[in-house]
């Protein structure tokens, strides 16, 4: 039997499907690739005959590439990544002028590109922009994106910009000022890009906004400007639970919403007949959420547990959905596809404030195909589900990946405990993300017989994955705690089909697999039927093209990072 492949994103967001409508074909992919290959390999030929030309003592000679027709120089640059066009201008004199020109002859005027700005002053960078807009004329613009900063330096210009490209007709705009590193003001207070009241005044083409570090207090609820958008997303924006209720509810087009670092929103309620998509994070005030939108399928939160803040009057997670023929734990909750509950990096389990809020987040979404936990989940659930005897029921899981910042011996106990209390009856896939750091190591499995550590964890109930035909573990070494979970999903998943064990980057030598694979292959050999017909793969990251899981961001990771 021929086997899917799972999608390797799922719905978060508009941008995404607006991206794959701009993917070149490939027969173009490579006509571009090529004009890139030429264009380097003619800076190449040029220098190399400038340094010649100057040991010669020549002084003066026309330039090699001078002679090109202005159209296949356009075509050329046209073609490359801003960062390339804008090395062509130490080519010659002819090509310095030349890549602007094809810059700003593209619908699409994109200036996020980190080597565009490096070493420019914001003087230059302000001038290099406007020309590139003052040169498109009175010609459409499809699309402008902008990431810069320090933000005080181009408030003016990068709003000039953005009313420009309002009034030839901008489907998507994009401001990002919100690059991590030049956050502050001396003062340590966040500085943001006050959005006159008029920028969003007129009717106009907007579909997809999206700002980073920018202040919406004086667009007032309703701007014509704002009503046709599809997509939305804030990222470190001043928006308070009111102006956030008023801005959406105007926006009746809204299929996508995205909330990042948006430190004011405490109450957030979002209505929208045709919200699909919806993706918050690190909202850190945020303490309960409604969401009235009928038609939701994807459903994103990275933060602190949601909790009761008055008693339990009020449930901190609320659905409103359109009533379902699928079998959900409330008839009200829209069907969602896929959800993602993360809490990695926030703070542990508090009895006093958490007692059964996590339990209410997950049964609201644990009917959807697709879901992705994490272990401080996991671990919130194992106490809910001794201490208030909570029922988690997931009649349409079909892909389950579970994100692990430990490994020790309790986690090994929330995870199958979890999985004994929820029994999947429809699970086909499993994705386990291993932590990157691992205490033990796989010498300690030599002594695992000797020691009973090889023994099968015990559940109170034994369970049966009779559908997993698909597992995957990342950052897989082959300890001892990572052995005795894939021991204990080996013996449980009798129709597995695939095994994809994926190490660590700086482990994934030739020898590490073949040593991996043989304690994977001394440890699970008593699982005869799973291990003789499961296919087996050890490999590095770089090396795995397996199926993906259908969430391939991690907001955890990213905000380490930036700090996403």
């Known amino acids: ?116 700005v490096r070493g420019q002053s914001p ?25 810069l900063s320090p933000v005080d330096a181009l408030e003016q210009d990068v709003l000039e910009w953005v009313a ?51 202040s919406l207090r004086d667009v007032p609820p309703g701007a014509a400007g704002l009503a046709g958008l599809t997509s939305l997303s804030l990222d470190r924006v001043d928006v308070t639970d009111h102006a956030l209720r008023d801005v959406v509810s105007e926006c009746r087009l809204l299929q996508f919403l995205s909330l990042r670092s948006c430190h004011l ?30 038609a939701l399928e994807s459903f994103a939160f990275h933060g602190d547990i949601l909790y009761y803040r008055d008693g339990y009057e ?20 829209p069907e969602l596809r896929d959800a993602y509950l993360s809490h990695l990096g926030f703070g542990g389990y508090d009895r006093q404030i958490h007692d059964f809020a996590y339990s209410c987040a997950l049964l609201k979404v644990a009917h959807a195909r697709i879901l992705t936990l994490c272990s401080k989940g996991l671990l919130h659930i194992d106490v809910e589900r001794y201490s208030l005897e909570v029922d988690v029921h997931t009649p349409n899981l079909e892909e389950l990946q579970l994100l692990m910042d430990s490994m020790g011996d309790d986690d090994l106990a929330y995870f199958s405990g979890f999985l004994e209390l929820t029994d999947p009856p429809l699970l086909e896939r499993l994705f386990v993300r291993l932590p990157a750091a691992c205490e033990d190591t796989n010498e300690d499995a030599r002594s695992d017989a000797a020691t009973g550590e090889d023994e099968d964890i015990v559940l109170d109930e034994e369970i049966s994955l009779d559908r997993l035909t698909f597992i995957k573990m ?53 699982a005869r039927k799973a291990w003789k017909d499961a296919h087996v793969t050890v490999c590095r990251p770089r090396e795995d093209d397996s199926r993906s899981p259908a969430h391939t961001k991690y907001y955890y990771h990213n905000d380490q990072a930036h700090s996403s």
């Open 1 to 116: 039997m021929k086997k899917k492949r799972t999608s390797r994103t799922s719905y978060h967001a508009t941008e995404k499907e607006e991206g794959s409508k701009r993917v070149q074909p490939r027969d173009k992919a490579m006509e571009i690739s090529k004009r890139a290959q030429l264009c380097d390999k003619a800076m190449e030929i040029e220098s190399s005959a400038k340094n010649c030309a100057k040991a010669m003592g020549a002084s003066s000679e026309e330039d090699q590439l001078s002679g090109l027709p202005d159209d296949v120089l356009h075509s050329i640059l046209a073609r490359l990544p801003l960062k390339r066009a804008v090395r062509t201008s130490a080519l010659s004199t002819r090509w310095a002028r030349m890549w602007i020109h094809a810059v700003a002859a593209s619908a699409v005027l994109d200036f996020t590109d980190r080597d565009f």
């Open 474 to 526: 990342l950052n897989f070494r082959g300890a001892t705690r990572e052995l005795r979970l894939l021991r204990f999903l080996l013996r449980r998943a009798p129709v597995l089909e695939e095994l994809v064990l994926v190490t660590p980057e700086e482990e994934g030598t030739p020898g590490n697999h073949d040593h991996l694979l043989k304690v994977v292959k001394e440890h699970v050999s008593e």
């Open 164 to 214: 420009a490209a309002l009034r030839r007709g901008a489907r998507e705009v994009g401001v990002d000022l919100a690059r991590r590193g030049v956050l502050d003001n001396d003062d340590g207070h966040a500085s943001l890009l006050q959005l006159p009241g008029d920028l969003f005044h007129d009717e106009n083409s907007l579909a997809v906004l999206s700002l980073g570090r920018c």
């Open 123 to 147: 003087a230059q960078i302000a001038a290099t922009v406007a020309r590139c807009i003052g040169i498109h004329g009175a010609a459409p613009i499809d699309v402008l994106r902008v990431a």
């Open 265 to 294: 929103l405490e109450s957030v309620r979002v209505t929208g007949e045709r919200l699909r998509g919806l993706e918050i994070v690190s909202c850190l005030a945020m303490r309960d959420l409604q969401v009235a939108a009928p």
């Open 314 to 333: 009020t449930d901190p997670v609320v659905f409103i959905g359109k009533g379902n023929s699928s079998v959900t734990w409330d008839a009200d909750t």
